[in-house]
């Protein structure tokens, strides 16, 4: 890490250390801690609900530091997973030293730390999802000798005291700014806390959802990262939701992530964007256009996009959410830039790297990195994603299609251009397999296709069994032609998952 990143850096661990957070170490956190007169200690770990869980440390000598960091503590497994007896459920929590930051919500100096999985015999949980997305990392690393890059864009509904003062106009609230953004600050304070906490933020924005419903008003806003290695890049988006949620708890207004808040107002996704590098190269482009590569990856994408909604869209409102006409997909194919497919693959400055001359014709000294920015995105999940197990079950999808001997073909026969959802074209978009309509269909399509995910023992068969179990327990089949013009049951519905994840 360059001196001017150390300087920049928003982590105040890494900015008075002198390194970069992967290369803490032990007496690295020991040494912050003392000099810095923190008093707690945090573990922050993910248990089966998705939502973040606390075990708090007061310090009472160097020792005892030096202690919990070393051997962190014992939990009750069974009061986090589901598939853990309580007859033989103690679990250890780890911490990562380089998740380490400053806690920016306690009353006295402290630092949090998210923490890993352990069983009795002192090794990784199998079923944690934090192990899973780290051995199908792993795997890709080792079968390709390429990097795994992530990003994802996370939306929320921010739901306060109904306010006629500067409107927002419904459905249009897109890059709104204040004063008809109502909610920009908590976003802004949300960006900067994100960073501080280690997140590598691209940017926030208001997004489309904007409307009043009785005496509340709804107002959506989009936080989205730059890439990062998969790991890294799941914990920041589990730290962006926690952080979002607090500031939302101190400002006294409601946070949600939920996929649906009504029917007609546009939904709230959890997109993740992807690309691999080798040796600091982008291989999504070869020859200025979608590598190889990328196509094969997709194709894997969507050869297992059914089966994939298990663990990103985990509630009967993800699927009011995945209809036509709500820039949410629901028919199984790819296009440049369309909003309304499974896989996009975005802009990416491919041929357009001479823009900033042309706006700045002033500035004789501009020059242009021709770095590759592209990505492919991924556009099913939404917040009630077990985001762990998605981006593992995307790089397993990934590593499907690159070995999968037709994957060329199969991008081709995918591939859609806007044309398609014209109405013209209506005959060929009806030969494209639709995505599942209810939970019980996603589990029915991860039963079918189970098997890219268990590949080389990454995805644990009980943890599959126990999905599938947890998905068909909803009965939500037809659920979304149950409700249709039923108002007051769809609320109660909604209500009952506000606060999904």
Known sequence: MKDSEILMNPNELVRFLKKPAEAFTKDDIIHFCQENEIEMINFRYVAEDGKIKTLNFVISSKEHLDSVLSSGERVDGSSLFSFIEAGSSDLYVIPRYRTAFLDPFADVPTLSILC??????????????????????????????????????????????????????????????????????????????????????????????????????????????????????????????WIVRMLGF???????????????????????????????????????????????MIAGILDAADALTAFGNTIPTSYLRLVPHQEAPTNICWGDRNRSVV?????????????????????????????????????????????????????KASMHGINMPNALERAKELYVDANIFKPEFKEKLMQLKQLP?????????????????????????????????????????????????????????????????
């Not at 306010?163 to 249009?172: E, T």
């Not at 990505?375 to 079950?393: H, K, M, N, Q, W």
């Not at 009965?475 to 999904?500: C, P, R, T």
């Open 250 to 296: 101190r400002y006294g207004v409601e946070i949600s992530f939920a996929p649906k808040i009504t029917v007609g107002k546009a939904g709230s996704g959890m997109h993740f964007h992807m690309m691999v590098e080798k040796d600091g190269v982008n291989l999504m482009v070869e020859n200025g256009k979608l590598s190889d590569l990328a196509r094969k």
């Open 343 to 395: 896989v996009r693959v975005p802009l990416g400055w491919i041929g357009a790297d001479y823009m900033v001359r042309d706006a700045n014709p002033a500035d004789c000294n501009l020059s242009v990195s021709g770095q590759s920015k592209q990505t492919f995105e991924f556009r099913v999940p939404d917040g009630s994603a077990d985001i762990y197990l998605t981006v593992a079950g995307l790089v």
């Open 116 to 241: 890993s999985f352990y069983n009795s015999e002192g090794k990784p949980l199998e079923s944690s999802p934090e192990y899973i997305l780290r051995k199908a990392n792993e795997e890709f690393s080792i079968k390709t000798g390429c990097t795994f890059k992530a990003l994802g864009e996370l939306e929320y509904y921010v739901i306060g005291e109904r306010d006629d003062f500067y409107p927002g106009i419904d459905q249009k609230g897109y890059h709104s700014s204040e004063p008809f953004a109502k909610y920009e600050n908590i976003r802004v304070e949300a960006l900067k806390l994100i960073a501080h906490a280690g997140g590598k933020v691209k940017y926030g924005h208001s997004e489309v959802g904007c409307f009043s419903q009785g005496d509340y008003y709804y107002e959506q806003h989009e936080v989205e990262f730059l890439p990062m290695p998969v790991e890294e890049a799941v914990e920041q988006m589990i730290l962006a939701k």
């Open 437 to 501: 309509a209810s939970c019980w269909e996603s589990a029915e399509a991860l039963e079918a296709k189970r098997g890219i995910f268990q590949e080389g023992a990454i995805f644990p068969d009980g943890l599959i069994n126990a999905q599938v179990k947890k998905l068909k327990a909803f009965n939500d089949k037809g659920l979304s032609e149950k409700l249709y013009g039923k108002d007051e049951e769809l609320a109660k519905l909604v209500a009952q998952f506000i606060h999904i994840a």
